[in-house]
């Protein structure tokens, strides 16, 4: 399914340790939207549901829905400090293309179709996707 790197387990184990509420563990997501069709989505989770894909990196369990599932599969979550800012990144085999701002993706199977007349929808297309 997917894999958390050492550093990720980490950084997720702190911020579990930062909040008053019961965390069963990292529920990862997608949804459509963002400029290029889908977006992840990261949020501590107070349980697992029926059908969750639910894995353990360094102590700290992940969940995975099944939708999700799908455009997830081979992909892995890390978390990098630079220069310019800290965060989680994930490296994903099932995109194809993303935004220039790095929030959002496309794969071959996606249904959602990222560019409309409009714009890609990221601060008017100045994010550097779809040519806009």
């Not at 184990?13 to 997501?29: D, H, N, S, T």
Request: glycine share 18%; aromatic share 6%; hydrophobic share 40%.
């Amino acid at each position: 399914m997917l894999t958390v790197t050492e550093a990720a387990a980490r950084k997720i184990e702190e911020a579990i340790a930062q909040v008053q509420e019961p965390v069963f563990g990292l529920r990862v997501a997608v949804r459509a939207g963002g400029c290029s069709g889908w977006e992840y989505g990261l949020m501590l989770a107070p349980e697992a549901e029926t059908h969750d894909w639910v894995g353990e990196f360094g102590g700290i369990k992940v969940l995975v829905d099944p939708q999700s599932a799908v455009v997830l599969e081979g992909a892995s979550i890390d978390w990098v400090e630079t220069p310019q800012g800290a965060g989680f990144t994930i490296t994903n085999p099932m995109a194809v293309r993303g935004c220039g701002c790095g929030k959002s993706f496309h794969t071959e199977a996606s249904d959602v179709e990222a560019e409309t007349a409009a714009g890609c929808g990221c601060g008017g297309g100045g994010c550097g996707c779809g040519g806009h």
